[in-house]
C-alpha cells in the first residue's frame, strides 16, 4: 500500500458517514426519518430508536439552516487540537439534531444566544488521515 | 423474597497509587469490608467486582488470589460510571434471588491524569474531536449544565458554587483525595476547561476501591450482625431512554429520572423522605440537574437550592457530604460502591464530623456516559 499523494482521490472524503459527497452537485447531510413516528436521526438503524417500529427509516438530505440549541467554549483539549473553539448542538429546520464546531464568530460566551439562527457548510476540515487523503467536514457559521 | 443488608462496608482513601496494580487496591478495599463485619474471604459465597479500564482481565479473580481462591463464582461488571453500583446490585439480586446469603461486592479502579472521553486517532479516517464539536467529558457536562441555563438561566457563579460546597465537605473526610477549601473566587477563576467547568469543577481522576459484604436477613440474624446492618430498601438500574438531544449530545437526565422513579416506588418512599444523598457531582454541572431528576426539588429550582445552601452539610438535605466526586475522587468502577460505604456510615452514625444528625434513610446515584444509572436506597434498620 502507498501513502504517496497520488493515491488521493479527486473528490474529499466525507468526515462522517452522514455527510455525503455527490459528484455532480453540493456536499449535504444525510438523515433517515422514521415514517411511523417522523423523528430523524443521523445516521441508519435497523429500527427506530424512539419508537421501536423495525424498517421505517428512510434516508432523506437534510436542511442546511437551524438553531442553536446549546453551545459551549471549549479552552482545554487534547494535544494539537487547536483551542478555543465553540462546541455547538443545533437543531436542524425540519428535523435532525447533531453537534458540531460553530465558526466565524468569535469563541466568547457573550456573543452566543440560545436559538441564535445557524446555516452549515461544508469546507475542508483541516485534517488528513494517514494515507493523506483530504477529508470534508461540515460546520455552522452564524445565518 | 429476603430483605437484604449491607453488613460491611469500606474503602481506601483514594489517591494516586501508580506502583500498585489494580487487584492490591482491590483487595485492600475486600478485607477492609470483610473485617468491617467479622467475616472472612471464606464466608463469601459469590463475589461480584465493578472495574471499567480492565473490564477483560478478571479483575475480581485476580482479587482473590490476593485474598484466598476459594472458587466461587465471580462476575467482573463494567457500565461505565455505574460499574460499581452494577456490581452491588448483582450481588444484591443473587441474594433476593434466594441463591446465596453472603456475598462479597467489590469496586476498583486505577485511572492516571488527564481529560477523559473525545476519543483520539484512528486508523480509518480522521479524528473528529474539536473539529466536529466536542465530545470530551468537560465539555459533555458543560452542555449539560448550559441546557440547565437554557431552561431556567442557572449561572456560572450557581455551578461554581457545587464546588465549593463539595471541596468544603471533603475537608471533613479523612478518605477524600483533596481536603483543601477553594473559595468562590478560586473556584471561579480556575482555568477554564469547557465553560462553566472550570477545573476546579470537574471530578478528580484517582485512583481507589471500596467494598461492601451483602447479607440475607436469616444469615445476617444468624450471625449476629443486625446492630450495624443497613438495609438496602431499593436497588434500580436503567439506561437512557431515546429523548432529543441523546443522540447529538448525551442526555443523562431521562435516565436518572427512570432510575429514581424506579428506586421510590420499590422503596415505597418519595424524596421527602430521604435524608441525604450521594449524586454523581462527576462535574458541577451535574449536581444541579441532578437535583431535579432525584426529585430533590421542583424543575427549575436548583440555583435555588444550591443558593440557600439547601444542600450543605446541616441544610434541608445534605448532597455529597463526603466531598463528592469533586473532591473525593472518582475511581470510575469504586465510585458506586464508595457512595454505599458513605450513606452506610451515616446510617450507623460513624461518619464523625460530617455525620448527617438523625440520618435514617439515604440514596445514592450514579449516572455514566452510555448511558447507565443507578439508583439505591438504604435505610438504618
Ligand atoms: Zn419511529
Redesign the pocket.
Known sequence: MSAAPSTTSALPKAAVPFLKIPEHGEPYLEGHR?S????VFMEARRA?P????IG?LKPEKLANTGKLYNFTVVHRNFPGVKVPFISAIVDLDGGGSLKGNLVDIEPDMSKLKFDMPVKVVFRDAGRQDKAGNKYLAYFFIPA | MTNVYVVGTDMIKFGRFPERTVDDLGAEAALLALADCGLTIADMQAVYCGNLFQASAAVGQRVLKQIGQTGVPVVNTANACATGATAFREGWMAIKAGVYDLVLAVGVEQMGKGLLGGGGGKDDGIPTEGLLGSGTMPSVFAHVGLEHSRKYGTTFEQFAKVSVKNHHHSTLNPKAMYRVETPLEEVMNAEMISYPNTKLMCSVNVDGSAAAVLCSEKKAKELGLMSRAVKVRASALASDPWSKHNLAAMDFNPVTQIAAKTAYEMAGLGPDDIDLVELHDCFATAEIVHYENLGLCKDGDAGRMIDTGETALGGRIPVNVSGGLLSKGHPLGATGIANIYEITTHLRCEAGERQVEGARIGLTHVVGAGSACAVHVLEKV
Open positions: 422514521c411511523a413516528c417522523k423523528e427506530c424512539k419508537c421501536t417500529k421505517t
